[in-house]
């Protein structure tokens, strides 16, 4: 505020130098750990709790502040007596330097990078502090300067540096500060390298030694326990990709080698317990890099499966689970094949979440239904302690379907497409379960309301009607009231199915119920056939149209509201507000002045007050939010209990490939259409004449689309078919 900054403006200089720049300096007592307690030193480096206890955090937040909004009277001051300590420093001779100031200006520097980086008037002078006063710390005789230096250049990493031979120094400072004696130059090298690594110049150089250098984090790994140093190599495998997969066997194996170490420290040690994920994270990096290259993929799968079995087999091991999760999805989505070796796992994964790991069931949904798809024949003989698998998974997600409320649980809809996954994949071999699944889904259907779980059961009950169209008609004809549920359900959900595998299941599943003889009819299907074939033409119209993403955002719930809107993205002047989903409505105008006023190129003057657009922008929210009469909202900006906004709750999965995948769905409708009409002509042509205009038009349509496959199955044309066209309009 602008009178509190009256008051202090006077005793600037006092602040800055007889305040922060005493508080950056280095204590005798940071010189004795750095000595003596190497790995308790780093420890606090990196702590982030230190930033509430360290005096010098407290120095440093305040001289950001002052040089970021007090600009035109804080770095006036105070970089000219930054110059001349590191000046004096430079001049002196080597028994009279003084360590902890030069440590300190480092330190400050550092602090104000951003702003450096950012003003004209300090950009240029950047790259001649560097060369004069920074570059040469990294070959200081003083182990805790040649560590700051190195810590230090991690924050003007992204400076454009006018001269190649810039970069090229502190990149070779860098890798000397890896195999330094000292063990926090070499951390504080591991992270900067990170970053710098960037650079096409850093990638020359590093590229012929990549392996010594990757190595050499290994080495100081299992010195520290550090998860900065481990995310540092993280980001050396993502520059490098490819070039990384000759060797990434040889990295996956020491990160579990340290993974084993760090987990295995003790429940007290959170250090390790951080470089133990971080071990994880770096694995699953590196299965990002080389997951299209099939032969590295099956030579880690061996070295991973008994970390996986692990994870999945012990309750204890639970924080690991999403990075294990993590780990057999990549094992499981890319490959071609499944390796059989994995189906060690695949028990373990179904007990856990049978036992312990429920809450995982969406993130565990993908590599389950990849295994079941890729592998069925394992799958339908496989056992986990003398079980089946084909029961574990039933019993399994029959378990969660059967709770009392399940309208709300993302669980509920894994379970359920998960159950659709297996009817479809294992049609034939999974016979005396389909009374249970069938009668579970029924009464769950009854009772939902939201249409993403609705249309999850409606899927079960489809892939049943596929599995076993005949005896599905017999369940429906000793309970007519539940056939009229699914059909009234079916009709009313279809417009809100944008998902195109629960699309094809419709095609599949109501082309199975029109090829088997009418004597198996219902009166209430054989009442509604004409209905269900107008459904099943405007579905068949625009199955080919429709792309895997189509509904995937909004397949498990209605669309967000104003999504797609053109108004919603500001261009209309005339809207003088937004809302997030459901929420507050905010001026938009007011969030526009504020995201234009950004701080002034040299700060605020003593009269004005400074102002924080983010903070603004927060206060202003929450006043708003404050008009809507107690009404609590979610990070998202949807309203607690409203049901739309709650509607669209399912994270977006990856669905596998089945069997329905292979099948053309228009050649599969056309065929059930010429096989029920040389069993019942006069039916199916009365059913024909049924439709109006407009599914006439799409049925000719489809059955034009049909023709021209059949011609033409490789998908191109006849030479000259073009021609023969024109030919026979002109006759």
Known sequence: MSPTYKILKPHLEFILFGVIFPTLSLSQADINLFTEDPTEYIRKVHNVLEDWLDPRIAAINLLQMLSRYRLKDTLPLFLPHLQRVMDD?????????????????????????????????????????????????????????????????????????????????????????????????????ACSMRLFIDSDIARDIVRPILYDVVNEYFRIMSDIESDVVIGALQAIVLQFGEEIEGIAGLIIEQLLRTFEAYSSAGEDDDEAAFGAT?????????????????????????????LLFKIFSNDEMIEYIENGIEM???????????????????????????????????????????????????????????????????????????????????EAKASATLLTCVLICCKGHIDEYIPSILMTTLNKLAVVTKTGITNRLLGIVMSIILYNPESAFQVFRGDPGAEQLVFQKLFERIPSIHSHSLRRLVIASFSALLSIPKEYFTPFFAMNLQPIMSMLVRVVSTIDDEEDEDGEDDE???????????????????????????????????????????????????????????????????????????????????????????????????????????????????????????????????????????????????????????NHPDGEDDEGDGEEEDDDDET
Not at 278 to 306: D, F, H, R, S, W
Not at 560 to 587: L, Q
Not at 598 to 623: K, R, W
Request: charged fraction near 30%; include cysteine.
């Open 556 to 710: 498990d719930g209605d669309e967000e509201e104003g999504e797609g809107d053109d108004e919603a993205d500001g261009d209309d002047e005339g809207d003088e507000s937004y809302a997030p989903r459901n929420g507050a409505k905010v001026s938009k105008s007011t969030l526009k002045k504020l995201a234009a006023m950004d701080v002034p190129e040299e700060g605020y003057s003593e009269d004005e007050d400074c102002i924080n657009v983010a903070d603004e922008e927060y206060l202003q929210t929450m006043e708003e939010l404050k008009k809507h009469g107690g009404k609590r909202y979610n990070a998202y900006g949807d309203e607690i209990g409203n049901s739309d906004a709650d509607e669209d709750d399912l994270d977006e999965i990856d669905e596998p490939d089945t069997p329905l995948d292979a099948v053309d769905m228009v050649l599969l409708f056309c065929d059930t259409m010429n096989q029920s009409f040389s069993v019942d002509p006069q039916l199916f042509t009365q059913l024909q004449n049924g439709l109006d205009s407009e599914d006439q038009e799409r049925l000719k349509t489809i059955l034009e689309t049909a023709e021209y496959r059949r």
């Open 89 to 189: 420093y430079r001049a002196a001779p080597e028994h009279l330097k003084n360590h902890s100031a030069k440590e300190a200006c480092l330190v400050a520097l550092a602090a104000i990078a951003n702003v450096l980086k950012e003003k004209k008037p300090y950009c240029n002078q950047i790259e001649g502090i560097f060369n004069t006063h920074v570059i040469p710390e990294l070959s200081s005789s003083i182990g805790i300067l040649r560590a700051r230096a190195c810590w230090m250049v991690e924050h003007f990493s992204d400076v454009e540096w006018k001269k190649p031979r810039t970069c090229q120094l502190i990149i070779e400072g860098l890798l000397r500060g890896l195999r330094d004696p000292d063990l926090p130059v070499q951390a504080a090298a």
């Open 278 to 306: 971080e071990c994880l994270e770096t694995v699953t990096t590196v299965l990002e890099v080389v997951k299209e290259n099939p032969a590295v993929i099956a030579a880690v799968e061996g070295m991973l499966t008994p």
């Open 328 to 410: 057999i999805s990549y094992l499981t989505y890319y490959p071609q094949n499944i390796n059989p070796r994995l189906w060690e796992v695949f028990g373990p994964m179904i007990s856990a979440l049978d036992n312990w790991a429920y809450d995982y069931m969406m993130e565990m949904l993908t590599p389950i239904m990849h295994l079941i798809s890729k592998d069925t024949s394992t799958f339908l003989q496989g056992t986990y302690q003398e079980v089946p698998l084909t029961a574990m998974v039933v019993r399994t997600c029959l378990k969660v379907l059967d709770q009392e409320k399940i309208d709300d649980e993302r």
